[in-house]
């Protein structure tokens, strides 16, 4: 069956590797932080100002004023930095994240990705995820495989407004693991339970499958 928002946001986590810093875009990507591995010490970053990101805070931990880029309360762990916004994007901009993890409305078979607008919708703006997708070393992103009224978000080619273009090359869903390479997506996992029928059903865009596809470790 389809992994829950939580176990999307397991499954992302141990892409983490020692040492990186990372940064977390808003909605499944935030619940990252609750699933860091323990063998590893990675430094999470968020856009408004704050390098060191804990997991959400227990009802005893919530300071109103830590908050990371998507206005929730969090935590900050030991050796933790808070500091100007344009401090943050200058970190970004300068190559200094490692790792950044971002939701989308769509992701087609060039690496192009749709994260921040749908036409005659309230838009209150790209924020930082534009940077993002040009200033860190690697992407990944989470999101569900499909909408709610069953349409594929994994395209040939994206139909939204595009945030950035040939800059993603993993995604993470609630049924997939996949890379983007060559004008395809390549399944390399798939969710337990789930059949690569199903997958391939609701991927419109080329989908190269391999012999083998072995189930996520969750």
């Known amino acids: 069956m389809a992994l829950t928002r939580d176990q999307i946001a397991m499954r992302v986590a141990s892409e983490f590797k020692d040492g990186d810093y990372v940064n977390l875009g808003i909605g499944i990507p935030t619940l990252a932080a609750n699933y860091v591995p323990d063998d590893i010490e990675v430094m999470l970053q968020s856009e408004n100002g704050l390098l060191g990101m804990g997991p959400y805070p227990t ?103 595009l945030t ?7 995604i993470i869903t609630d049924l997939a693991v996949l890379t983007v390479a060559d004008g395809a997506f390549h399944l390399t996992e798939r969710a337990p339970g789930v059949s690569v029928e199903e997958i391939a059903e609701k991927t419109a865009g080329k989908l190269v499958i391999p012999e083998h596809v072995p189930e996520m470790v969750i």
Not at 94 to 107: I, Q, R
Not at 109 to 120: D, E, Y
Not at 133 to 140: F, H, L, P, Q, S
Request: with cysteine.
């Open 59 to 161: 009802e005893e931990q919530i300071d109103a004023d830590m908050i990371n880029a998507g206005k929730e309360t969090v935590t900050a762990i030991k050796g933790s930095s808070i500091f100007s916004s344009a401090e943050s994007f200058a970190m970004i901009r300068g190559g200094h994240v490692d790792f950044t993890v971002l939701g989308a409305f769509e992701v087609d078979v060039h690496g192009n990705i749709a994260s921040w607008m749908i036409p005659n919708k309230l838009v209150k703006g790209m924020g930082g995820a534009m940077d993002l997708v040009a200033g860190a070393k690697n992407i990944i992103v989470t999101m569900t495989h499909a909408d709610k009224h069953g349409n594929s978000k994994l395209l040939s080619e994206c139909t939204l407004p």
């Open 164 to 170: 950035g273009v040939n800059c993603i090359t993993r």
